[in-house]
T-cell receptor
Framework: DAKTTQPTSMDCAEGRAANLPCNHS???????VYWYRQIHSQGPQYIIH???NNETNEMASLIITEDRKSSTLILPHATLRDTAVYYC???????????????FGKGTHLIIQP | GAVVSQHPSWVICKSGTSVKIECRSL??????MFWYRQFPKQSLMLMAT?????????EQGVEKDKFLINHASLTLSTLTVTSAHPEDSSFYIC????????????FGPGTRLTVL
């Protein structure tokens, strides 16, 4: 799996858009970008994933640069409940039965300020 | 999204005893589930991959005789921590693969194990 780099922590004001960057300069052509988050003392939650096109769902938007070397997760209107550690993970979608467990880095601790 | 449950949510046990943690996929079938461990202020670490009907695959450094995994059905995997010691105290989290071609994983709420 390609290595990712994320800022250790970020602050964002409640109600504003939270933009979380992720660098993955060694990403391969068949690797997707996945985002998960973990609220304190809970299991991680899947947010979104993408290959090369921008993606949007009910939770967030994912913007992937044209060269795919970096991406940004956008929470459009952050609330206090969005305070969590956000993990950017790059990997192939399906390894054909091999090891598919996720490799979690340190992630970004996003703190939403009231 | 798909729902994964874990039971119990927390457990306290004496050193030397065994503890079983259950992981269930509630609204989908999961041929593959994963077990992770998370120590305080650290990230999740994959322990093992649990495949329905076959032996689990353990990550390097994880003792298979200490962490017994059974995946007896398409909706249930169990992790048994045998002869638990205080250093096994941790947050244990399972996940299940969605089965879609995008390989999303859905996580349980975690089990907090404290060994006295």
């Amino acid at each position: 799996d390609a290595k990712t780099t994320q800022p250790t922590s970020m602050d964002c004001a409640e109600g504003r858009a939270a933009n979380l960057p992720c660098n993955h300069s060694t990403i391969s052509g068949n690797e997707y970008v996945y985002w998960y988050r973990q609220i304190h003392s809970q299991g991680p939650q899947y947010i979104i994933h993408g290959l090369k096109n921008n993606e949007t769902n009910e939770m967030a938007s994912l913007i992937i640069t044209e060269d795919r070397k970096s991406s940004t997760l956008i929470l459009p209107h952050a609330t206090l409940r969005d305070t969590a550690v956000y993990y950017c993970i790059v990997r192939v979608a399906w390894s054909g039965g091999g090891a598919d467990g996720l490799t979690f880095g340190k992630g970004t601790h996003l703190i939403i300020q009231p | 999204g798909a729902v994964v449950s874990q039971h119990p949510s927390w457990v306290i046990c004496k050193s030397g005893t065994s503890v079983k943690i259950e992981c269930r996929s509630l609204d989908f079938q999961a041929t593959t589930m994963f077990w992770y461990r998370q120590f305080p202020k650290q990230s999740l670490m994959l322990m093992a991959t649990s495949n329905e009907g076959s032996k689990a695959t353990y990550e390097q450094g994880v003792e298979k005789d200490k962490f017994l995994i059974n995946h007896a059905s398409l909706t249930l995997s169990t992790l048994t921590v045998t002869s638990a010691h205080p250093e096994d105290s941790s947050f244990y989290i399972c996940s299940a693969r969605s089965g879609s071609r995008y390989n999303e994983q859905f996580f349980g709420p975690g089990t907090r194990l404290t060994v006295l």
